[in-house]
């Protein structure tokens, strides 16, 4: 019913740039929050960058003044801009959201597949 497509991932050198982008598909109503995870190897998933419907933001202190999240509302999608990105931003990069449905009462969590964001010379 719903999916979370990322995009933008890729090999870049230390002190590069990259831009992932989320976009959400299916009968939706509304998404609430919406934000970006990441999981290293052999590491626990965690948060990178949130955003709410009203657009206030929130990061990981490893990212902050690096990193921007963005969204649009109207097309139902959000981004992630990363810049100066060091060899320990590398790791799988997941797009996640709260989501309601047409014909639903309640917002659902749903998670993109994952893309691969590498930072090596």
């Known amino acids: 019913q719903v999916q979370l497509v990322e995009s933008g991932g890729g090999l870049v050198q230390p002190g590069g740039s990259l831009r992932l982008s989320c976009a959400a598909s299916?009968?939706?109503?509304?998404?609430?929050?919406m934000g970006w995870y990441r999981q290293a190897p052999g590491k626990q998933r965690e948060l990178v960058a949130g955003?709410?419907?009203?657009?206030?933001?929130n990061y990981a202190d490893s990212v902050k003044g690096r990193f921007t999240i963005s969204r649009d509302n109207a097309e139902n999608t959000v981004d992630l801009q990363m810049n100066t990105l060091k060899p320990e931003d590398t790791a799988v990069y997941y797009c996640?959201?709260?989501?309601?449905?047409?014909?639903?009462?309640?917002?659902?969590?749903?998670w993109g597949q994952g893309t691969q964001v590498t930072v090596s010379s």
């Open positions: 955003i709410t419907s009203d657009s206030s933001t």
């Open positions: 996640n959201a709260d989501i309601l449905l047409f014909g639903s009462t309640r917002f659902y969590n749903y």
């Open positions: 299916g009968s939706i109503l509304r998404i609430a929050a």
